[in-house]
């Protein structure tokens, strides 16, 4: 059982970055890839980010691609989401999920997830 808990989260103007942290317990963790999605009021989740379980591989959603890096420490079994050039429109509840095997955009694939951290990010 893999359990995720995000931190991170917060208020910053547009152009600035934050840094989300995504914790997970458990010994396989370095064997699940990860994704990042968002879900903003009244707004379906949408996918982010993701990597794979050895960090070689990451994928972003053409909204945040070139501003987001995803990167994981698998020793300290914690990954990462920079966000870089914020915009009002990434203000968003932003959750980490992990998955055994690949990554993946489809929030239904992946099997745990965290409780999410709030981005706001004012103009």
């Known amino acids: 059982q893999v359990q995720l808990v995000e931190s991170g989260g917060g208020l910053v103007q547009a152009g600035g970055s934050l840094r989300l942290s995504c914790a997970a317990s458990?010994?396989?963790?370095?064997?699940?890839?990860v994704g990042w999605f968002r879900q903003a009021p009244g707004k379906e989740r949408e996918f982010v980010a993701a990597?794979?379980?050895?960090?070689?591989?990451?994928y972003y959603a053409d909204s945040v691609k070139g501003r987001f890096t995803s990167s994981r420490d698998n020793a300290k079994n914690t990954v990462y989401l920079q966000m870089n050039s914020l915009r009002p429109e990434d203000t968003a509840v932003y959750y980490c999920?992990?998955?055994?095997?690949?990554?993946?955009?489809?929030?239904?694939?992946?099997?745990?997830w965290g409780q999410g951290t709030q981005v706001t990010v004012s103009s």
């Open positions: 999920a992990a998955k055994s095997g690949y990554s993946s955009s489809s929030a239904g694939q992946y099997d745990h």
């Open positions: 458990g010994r396989t963790f370095s064997t699940y890839a």
């Open positions: 990597i794979s379980w050895r960090g070689g591989t990451t």
